[in-house]
């Protein structure tokens, strides 16, 4: 693998077919503070433009945390009041927004602590696994705060309204096999192997007609109403640009041939 500067709050790895972004703040369990979520919107779109990458991991750079919240220490400086909330929303806003409308899938290996803006992170992903031991939760009431309308309606469309109130109304945290029977992760792996079920699946991913993947994401998140989703027309567009693409007539050409497709995007 190769990175960028080490001291970075998040390093970027390219694994061609697959692309990581770690969250490189161990010290405090990586909590998001503004520089990380713009350097994560740059890392994020690096990897979305490199064309050797398929399948985008997002992961802490240890197992002791995915991410720990927001980090707090900042807010009296950069959130003291309503308008520098505002401005300050608009950096995970947008890296929630370019999750949604990224072409590649995206997942997320949670480990550790998933907090507050890492469920954020997380439910802008479109696969999640976790360690069995994983800690979630959302603590905004606990700390005087509203959870960001965009968050709030990822989170009721991926886990319901009932769960949602209670998630959000407590602030309590729960364990990995909650978040997976309430529907917020896919899979539980124990944290040994954790690493090498999300690079199997990945790589699954990777082999998949990427033309057919980014339809795919584009028709759930308009489905599910998500800000900054396709429209209706640009979700029939790419149904039918997949239909004219060189990865559908290899497709039905390695069907018949009975081997693996080779799908180049095209």
């Given at each position: 693998?190769?990175?960028?500067?080490?001291?970075?709050?998040?390093?970027?790895?390219?694994?061609?077919?697959?692309?990581?972004?770690?969250?490189?703040?161990p010290?405090?369990?990586?909590?998001?503070d503004?520089?990380?979520?713009?350097?994560?919107?740059?890392?994020?779109?690096?990897?979305?433009?490199?064309?050797?990458i398929?399948?985008?991991?997002?992961?802490?750079?240890?197992?002791?945390?995915f991410?720990a919240?927001?980090?707090?220490?900042?807010?009296?400086?950069?959130r003291?009041?309503?308008?520098?909330?505002?401005?300050?929303?608009?950096?995970?806003?947008?890296?929630?927004?370019?999750?949604?409308r990224?072409?590649?899938?995206?997942?997320?290996?949670?480990?550790?602590?998933?907090?507050?803006?890492?469920?954020?992170?997380?439910l802008?992903?479109?696969?999640?696994?976790?360690?069995?031991?994983?800690?979630?939760?959302?603590?905004?009431?606990?700390?005087?705060?509203?959870y960001?309308?965009?968050?709030?309606?990822?989170?009721?469309?991926?886990?319901?309204?009932?769960?949602?109130?209670?998630?959000?109304?407590?602030?309590?945290?729960?364990?990995?096999?909650?978040?997976?029977?309430m529907?917020?992760?896919?899979?539980?792996?124990?944290?040994?192997?954790?690493?090498?079920?999300?690079r199997?699946?990945?790589?699954?991913?990777?082999?998949?007609?990427?033309?057919?993947?980014?339809?795919?994401?584009?028709?759930v998140?308009?489905?599910?109403?998500l800000?900054?989703?396709?429209?209706?027309?640009?979700?029939?567009?790419?149904?039918?640009r997949?239909?004219?693409?060189?990865?559908?007539?290899?497709?039905?050409?390695?069907?018949l041939?009975?081997?693996?497709?080779?799908?180049?995007?095209k």
């Open positions: 693998m190769s990175g960028t500067d080490e001291k970075s709050p998040v390093l970027e790895r390219r694994e061609p077919p697959l692309g990581w972004i770690l969250l490189n703040r010290e405090v369990r990586n909590a998001l503004l520089r990380t979520w713009r350097q994560l919107a740059q890392s994020f779109a690096s990897l979305e433009a490199d064309p050797q398929r399948v985008i991991i997002i992961r802490g750079v240890t197992a002791e945390a991410v919240g927001a980090d707090i220490s900042e807010f009296p400086r950069l003291s009041n309503p308008e520098q909330a505002r401005e300050y929303e608009k950096a995970p806003g947008r890296v929630v927004e370019a999750l949604i990224s072409a590649k899938p995206v997942i997320a290996m949670i480990s550790g602590f998933c907090l507050g803006g890492g469920v954020q992170l997380a802008a992903c479109d696969v999640k696994f976790a360690a069995r031991k994983t800690r979630f939760g959302i603590p905004a009431a606990r700390l005087g705060l509203a960001p309308p965009q968050a709030v309606r990822m989170l009721v469309t991926t886990v319901g309204a009932a769960h949602a109130r209670d998630i959000l109304l407590s602030g309590r945290q729960f364990d990995a096999d909650e978040a997976l029977a529907g917020l992760i896919n899979r539980v792996f124990e944290p040994e192997v954790l690493e090498a079920e999300t199997n699946y990945a790589l699954a991913l990777a082999r998949n007609a990427p033309l057919s993947i980014a339809a795919a994401k584009a028709a998140a308009y489905a599910c109403g800000e900054g989703a396709a429209d209706a027309a640009e979700v029939e567009n790419m149904m039918w997949s239909f004219d693409s060189q990865d559908y007539q290899e497709g039905v050409r390695a069907f041939e009975k081997r693996a497709p080779n799908f180049v995007g």
